[in-house]
């Protein structure tokens, strides 16, 4: 068929890693995850924002 795959969890992250990837953005990205995901519906296995 011609797709491709891309493994979410290829590699382990941990939220300290997370912080360190987004660095720049960090603050307005927590505060974004906030304010439109109250509810934490997206992403919530991939363990990004576990102490925010």
Do not use: E
Not at 4 to 26: E, T
Not at 27 to 39: E, F, M, Q
Not at 45 to 52: A, D, E, K, L, T
């Amino acid at each position: 068929m011609g797709g491709y795959q891309y493994p979410v969890n290829a590699l382990s992250f941990s939220p300290h890693d997370w912080q360190q990837h987004f660095c720049p953005v960090w603050g307005n990205l927590v505060s974004a995850k906030r304010r439109y995901d109250p509810d934490n519906l997206l992403t919530p296995s991939q363990g990004i924002f576990v102490n925010c």
